[in-house]
């Protein structure tokens, strides 16, 4: 009785694989002969075949299969398993294409194996001593050849591997850095052992992308994905990935983003301190120094820099006349901002006209919001829609800031912004018998501060918001207090 307590569906794992880029199934022939040591010379063909068939064959002069069993057993161990420096972990490799092939031959050392159209297998022995050559015809456009081909060459083989896709030897590409990293991989610590996440340290190497092709990132010369950063990264050991090996998971590529901005600090511009790679890379504390994200912050905003305090407009104009570049503190993530902040990076408080330099705001509870107050809450909001073309949030607070109200928005041209009123510097009777005059001024004023800069609270652009908004106001509503109506049905 066999031990075995499965069976496989060929037509099953074949819809598991449909649909895949034909590079991505072809990439496990070749992944399968760089992983054996024997192994000096992998050659790689696709060419049509008839009508709407593609023929790919791929030879290698290794010592052929151990057993002959894993040309056609998914999921047997395999001593890949314990061994970090090789790609092999589950016994799929060619299995993936051959299941959606028409038909296939894998001839090896002593034995050809067979799988006809009709299905199955056939299994005999021959007088082969060298090298194995797997042939598969399966379904495909002719329009899927050259991609496949272009993927292919981009590979990086290893050294002293003879490596040819269509008869074109794709060489050896030198890369410009080296560095030892401890990134995270998976291993089988003994025969039979499950596979399980580890770290260990590797070498990672940088290239220089060839061709205007995007950056990949690599597991040991075979590319995983597209990366956005100007470096290919190739790993030298086991990558943890998903079954179809397309893609690492975000926390990996933070740590191969980070291990990436050490090695190449030194040569890192202005413009790319900007990149999103670099400010990934900048909140793995655990990889990035305080001195490299140092270095970071002074080529991306220069050493006279400071974050601008969204309730706080005259610190901002004072940091600004004193020389100060102000940056918007909401174009930073809440963990790369702390680490600026902990290698020098200050923001305007240190200007601060009023002693709560950075003042706590009290939001006012629903329970204490009068009908008045939200009476000339609707009326900004009126105001705005009319003006501006969309209704602002609406707030009201108390707090020790000097300001009668601020109005704040996201980054963004198109961000809606919010207004809250300080209704502890407003003076009693503010709200009532809206709308006022006072009150149309006070909205108007707010309102400017869309299209003003945050840094600079009342520079050129905020002064011609504002008179663009009065003037807009007149033309539109010439009887204003007529036409909204305070009951909220305008």
């Given at each position: 009785?066999?031990?075995?307590?499965?069976?496989?569906?060929?037509?099953?794992?074949?819809?598991?694989?449909?649909?895949?880029?034909?590079?991505?199934?072809?990439?496990?022939?070749?992944?399968?002969?760089?992983?054996?040591?024997s192994?000096?010379?992998?050659?790689?063909?696709?060419?049509p075949?008839?009508r709407?068939?593609?023929?790919?064959?791929?030879?290698?002069?290794?010592?052929?299969?151990?057993?002959?069993?894993?040309?056609?057993?998914?999921?047997?161990?395999?001593?890949?398993q314990?061994?970090?420096?090789?790609?092999?972990?589950?016994?799929?490799?060619?299995?993936?294409?051959?299941?959606?092939?028409?038909?296939?031959?894998?001839?090896?050392?002593?034995?050809?194996?067979?799988?006809?159209?009709?299905?199955?297998?056939?299994?005999?022995?021959?007088?082969?001593?060298?090298g194995?050559?797997?042939?598969?015809?399966?379904?495909?456009?002719?329009?899927?050849?050259?991609?496949?081909?272009?993927?292919?060459?981009?590979?990086l083989?290893?050294v002293?591997?003879?490596y040819?896709?269509?008869?074109?030897?794709i060489?050896?590409r030198?890369?410009?850095?080296?560095?030892?990293?401890?990134?995270?991989t998976?291993?089988?610590?003994?025969?039979?052992?499950p596979?399980?996440?580890?770290?260990?340290?590797?070498?990672?190497?940088l290239?220089?992308?060839?061709?205007?092709?995007?950056?990949?990132?690599?597991?040991?010369?075979?590319?995983?994905?597209?990366?956005?950063?100007?470096?290919?990264?190739?790993?030298?050991?086991?990558?943890?990935?998903?079954?179809?090996?397309?893609?690492?998971?975000?926390?990996?590529?933070?740590?191969?983003?980070?291990?990436?901005?050490?090695?190449?600090i030194?040569?890192?511009?202005?413009?790319?301190?900007?990149?999103?790679?670099?400010?990934?890379?900048?909140?793995?504390?655990?990889?990035?120094?305080?001195?490299?994200?140092?270095?970071?912050?002074?080529?991306?905003?220069?050493?006279?820099?400071?974050?601008?305090?969204?309730?706080?407009?005259d610190?901002?104009?004072?940091?600004?006349?004193?020389?100060?570049?102000?940056?918007?503190?909401?174009?930073?993530?809440?963990?790369?901002?702390?680490?600026?902040?902990?290698n020098?990076?200050?923001?305007?408080?240190?200007?601060?006209?009023?002693?709560?330099?950075?003042?706590?705001?009290?939001?006012?509870?629903?329970?204490?919001?009068?009908?008045?107050?939200?009476?000339?809450?609707?009326?900004?909001?009126?105001?705005?829609?009319?003006?501006l073309?969309?209704?602002?949030?609406?707030?009201?607070?108390?707090?020790?800031?000097?300001?009668?109200?601020?109005?704040?928005?996201?980054?963004?041209?198109?961000?809606i912004?919010?207004?809250?009123?300080?209704?502890?510097?407003?003076?009693?009777?503010?709200?009532?018998?809206a709308?006022?005059?006072?009150?149309?001024?006070?909205?108007l004023?707010?309102l400017a501060?869309?299209?003003?800069?945050?840094?600079?609270?009342?520079?050129?652009?905020?002064?011609?918001?504002?008179?663009?908004?009065?003037?807009?106001?007149?033309?539109?509503?010439?009887?204003?207090?007529?036409v909204?109506?305070?009951s909220?049905?305008?």
């Open positions: 009785m066999s031990k075995n307590r499965f069976e496989v569906s060929t037509e099953g794992m074949a819809l598991l694989h449909d649909g895949r880029p034909l590079w991505s199934l072809v990439k496990e022939l070749v992944a399968n002969a760089w992983d054996e040591p192994v000096t010379r992998c050659e790689v063909d696709i060419q075949s008839e709407g068939l593609i023929k790919v064959t791929a030879y290698d002069n290794g010592s052929g299969f151990t057993n002959i069993e894993d040309s056609y057993t998914l999921f047997a161990p395999t001593p890949k314990r061994n970090a420096e090789v790609r092999g972990r589950f016994n799929l490799g060619e299995k993936e294409l051959i299941s959606i092939a028409r038909d296939a031959t894998i001839e090896t050392v002593g034995h050809t194996v067979v799988f006809p159209s009709s299905g199955g297998k056939k299994v005999r022995t021959n007088k082969r001593t060298s194995t050559l797997i042939t598969v015809t399966l379904q495909g456009r002719k329009d899927q050849i050259e991609p496949t081909i272009t993927k292919l060459r981009s590979f083989p290893p002293g591997m003879t040819t896709v269509n008869g074109v030897r060489k050896d030198k890369p410009f850095c080296g560095k030892v990293a401890k990134l995270p998976i291993l089988a610590s003994a025969p039979g052992q596979i399980r996440r580890t770290e260990r340290n590797t070498k990672m190497y290239y220089t992308p060839v061709g205007g092709v995007k950056a990949q990132i690599y597991e040991m010369g075979i590319p995983i994905q597209k990366i956005d950063m100007p470096y290919d990264v190739n790993i030298m050991q086991k990558v943890p990935l998903p079954p179809n090996r397309d893609v690492v998971s975000p926390k990996y590529l933070q740590a191969v983003f980070a291990e990436t901005l050490v090695a190449t030194h040569t890192l511009s202005g413009d790319e301190a900007s990149a999103s790679w670099v400010k990934t890379a900048v909140e793995d504390r655990n990889r990035t120094s305080d001195a490299t994200v140092k270095a970071v912050m002074e080529e991306r905003f220069g050493e006279k820099v400071m974050i601008s305090q969204p309730f706080d407009k610190a901002n104009e004072s940091a600004f006349v004193a020389g100060y570049d102000l940056i918007n503190g909401r174009s930073l993530s809440p963990v790369e901002r702390d680490r600026y902040k902990e020098g990076l200050q923001t305007t408080a240190k200007f601060s006209s009023h002693t709560d330099q950075a003042p706590e705001l009290t939001l006012l509870k629903p329970k204490d919001i009068t009908p008045d107050m939200e009476k000339v809450g609707r009326y900004a909001q009126w105001l705005s829609e009319k003006l073309g969309f209704k602002c949030g609406i707030g009201w607070y108390k707090g020790g800031n000097k300001y009668l109200a601020c109005y704040s928005k996201a980054a963004g041209e198109s961000a912004g919010t207004m809250v009123f300080n209704i502890s510097r407003l003076r009693k009777g503010f709200f009532t018998n709308p006022t005059s006072d009150q149309t001024s006070l909205i004023h707010e501060h869309q299209n003003g800069s945050e840094e600079r609270a009342h520079g050129v652009e905020y002064v011609n918001t504002l008179t663009d908004l009065a003037a807009n106001l007149y033309l539109k509503n010439p009887n204003l207090w007529e909204f109506d305070v909220g049905k305008e």
